[in-house]
């Protein structure tokens, strides 16, 4: 029986050479002063929205997949730089702008929060109070409802707390693993997680159950998603973060029938109204994916604005409120002031060729 304390975590790439290179670039645009004069120059307007995830501390490494995770250390210097720098403004303030036809001024933000962590509520929520940011977050509603964490954090933690090494064939692409050996432990981790994210939530369950048999995980991640009464007493506490949906089960929308991902939409917001007694207005595709079905459904369920993922460009007049696009926060402080400036992507893609 291996040590449990957890000397074995999931390692990741390290980031290519070519996009470490630019990161150096970027970060010199912005401090010397490039970022801004064109901003200036070409009277770039138009506003960045942040996606967030889990805002973790130290004892959230075990169980929180570090790729959707920004320390709260970090989230508390980039919310503070915001307050003093930037002007962040509500979704639906971004959302009646564009609507009328106006941009918001270079240097706008909207937050998001995706899921529903519970450390939004425990973590962001009093630093965002702090520094009176609105923030919009997009609930998973079947996984509130049944406290269930993320898929992928499921598997994150059943991969760092295993008592068993052995993984049998899951899957087409997947032949058995040893997972004592840390390059076949991050191939599998991968090739498990392409497979579950197109996945029916019963299908999801399956596989989950099966690679629990296998690895025998020694302990179990604590409650990671908000529950509805924690949801309630955010809501009084902190009026500023606004309740959107990102469906029932957290599923891809484009790898399921239309019928199905109606009823997902549908759903989701009729938990909130059950739940909260608020018809929510925004919505978020989970893993950014959306089609015109899923974009139909998203209209259909009176939802009065959807946004994506990438390509993280600024949302201007007439930008298109069922497709807004949004940035992956970045889980250190180097790139913030850049990405957040209004220069970010154009002028890295015009200068570099790349953002
Ligand atoms: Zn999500």
């Known amino acids: 029986m291996h040590d449990t304390t957890y000397s074995r975590p999931l390692t990741f790439e390290p980031m290519r050479f070519r996009r470490r290179l630019l990161h150096v670039l970027q970060r010199g645009m912005a401090l010397s002063g490039m970022g801004a004069a064109y901003v200036r120059?070409?009277?770039?307007?138009?506003?960045?929205?942040?996606?967030?995830?889990?805002?973790?501390?130290?004892?959230?490494?075990?169980?929180?997949?570090?790729?959707?995770?920004?320390?709260?250390?970090?989230?508390?210097?980039?919310?503070?730089?915001?307050?003093?720098?930037?002007?962040?403004?509500?979704?639906?303030?971004?959302?009646?702008?564009?609507?009328?036809?106006?941009?918001?001024?270079?240097g706008s933000v909207v937050i998001t929060f995706d899921d529903g962590y519970r450390s939004v509520f425990t973590k962001a929520a009093p630093i965002l109070k702090r520094y009176q940011l609105p923030a919009t977050l997009y609930l998973a509603t079947g996984q509130v409802s049944r406290v269930e964490a993320q898929w992928i954090d499921r598997?994150?933690?059943?991969?760092n707390t295993r008592s068993r090494d052995?993984?049998?064939?899951?899957?087409?692409?997947?032949?058995?693993?040893?997972?004592?050996?840390?390059?076949?432990?991050?191939s599998a981790y991968y090739a498990l997680a392409e497979q579950l994210l197109p996945a029916?939530?019963?299908?999801?369950?399956?596989?989950?159950?099966?690679i629990a048999d296998a690895l025998r995980p020694l302990r179990q991640p604590?409650?990671?998603?908000?529950?509805?009464?924690?949801?309630?007493?955010?809501?009084?506490?902190?009026?500023?973060?606004?309740?959107?949906?990102?469906?029932?089960?957290?599923?891809d929308l484009t790898a399921?029938?239309?019928?199905?991902?109606?009823?997902?939409?549908?759903?989701?917001?009729?938990?909130?109204q059950r739940e909260l007694d608020i018809a929510p207005a925004h919505f978020s595709f989970p893993y950014g994916r959306s089609n015109p079905a899923a974009r139909h459904a998203v209209i259909a369920a009176n939802l009065s604005s959807a946004a994506v993922t990438?390509?993280?460009?600024?949302?201007?007049?007439?930008?298109?409120?069922y497709a807004l696009p949004r940035l992956s926060a970045p889980s250190n402080m180097a790139l913030f002031p850049f990405y957040t400036s209004g220069a970010y992507p154009q002028a890295s893609l015009e200068v570099f060729g790349r953002a």
């Open 200 to 210: 029916s939530r019963e299908q999801r369950e399956k596989i989950l159950g099966g």
């Open 256 to 272: 399921c029938e239309p019928q199905d991902a109606a009823a997902e939409v549908a759903m989701s917001a009729a938990d909130v």
């Open 155 to 159: 598997l994150y933690s059943m991969f």
């Open 166 to 186: 052995f993984l049998e064939t899951t899957g087409e692409k997947l032949g058995s693993a040893n997972l004592d050996n840390p390059l076949e432990a991050r």
């Open 41 to 106: 120059r070409r009277g770039v307007d138009g506003a960045v929205i942040l996606m967030y995830h889990g805002i973790t501390d130290k004892e959230d490494a075990n169980w929180i997949d570090p790729r959707f995770a920004v320390p709260v250390t970090v989230f508390e210097r980039q919310m503070r730089f915001l307050a003093k720098n930037r002007n962040v403004i509500a979704l639906q303030e971004l959302l009646s702008l564009i609507k009328a036809g106006n941009s918001p001024p270079p």
């Open 222 to 251: 604590p409650p990671l998603t908000l529950t509805w009464e924690e949801i309630r007493q955010m809501r009084r506490l902190y009026p500023g973060i606004e309740i959107g949906v990102h469906t029932r089960d957290h599923i």
């Open 310 to 321: 990438e390509p993280a460009v600024l949302v201007r007049a007439g930008g298109d409120p």
